[in-house]
C-alpha cells in the first residue's frame, strides 16, 4: 500500500511539474533618452522585465502596450509588466510575471521621454 501511495504522490508531482511554466527574465538598461536594447525577439511565454536605470533619470519605468495601441492611454498599457516600483539611479526593479503571445509590442519609458521601441514574439 505504501508503494502504491509513493507512487501516486510521484506522478501528481511530475504532473504539476509538467504544468508549470517556465518564467524567462528579460533584462532591459535605460541610459539619458534611451533603453540600451533597441529591439527584442522572444517567443511566446512568461517572462519578468528587470530595468536598470543608469544615471537614465531621477526614476525610470517600463510601458509595455501591443503596437498599434496609443501608448499615453494608461488602458492600454500591460500593466503586469510595470515595474515593482519607480526604479532609482543605480537600481533595478522587476515586473510581475507577463505572459507574451505572438504578436508585436512596443515598449518605452515615458520618464526617460524614450521613443518607443519594438518587441516581437515569435
Do not use: R, W
Not at 502504491?4 to 539619458?32: C, D, H, Y
Not at 529591439?39 to 511565454?45: D, K, V, W, Y
Not at 528587470?50 to 525610470?60: C, D, W
Amino acid at each position: 500500500m505504501k508503494k502504491i501511495i509513493a507512487i501516486l504522490v510521484f506522478v501528481v508531482g511530475f504532473a504539476f511539474n509538467g504544468n508549470a511554466q517556465e518564467v524567462k527574465t528579460v533584462s532591459l538598461e535605460q541610459t539619458k533618452g534611451e533603453f540600451t536594447q533597441k529591439q527584442i525577439t522572444l517567443s511566446e511565454g512568461t517572462y519578468v522585465f528587470k530595468v536598470t536605470n543608469n544615471n537614465a533619470s531621477p526614476e525610470v519605468g517600463l510601458v509595455l502596450i501591443e503596437d498599434g495601441k496609443d501608448g499615453k492611454k494608461p488602458e492600454n498599457h500591460i500593466k503586469n509588466a510595470y515595474v515593482s516600483q519607480m526604479v532609482k539611479h543605480g537600481k533595478t526593479e522587476s515586473s510581475k510575471k507577463v505572459t507574451l503571445k505572438k504578436g508585436t509590442y512596443k515598449y518605452f519609458c515615458p520618464f526617460n521621454k524614450t521613443p518607443q521601441y519594438t518587441l516581437i514574439v515569435e
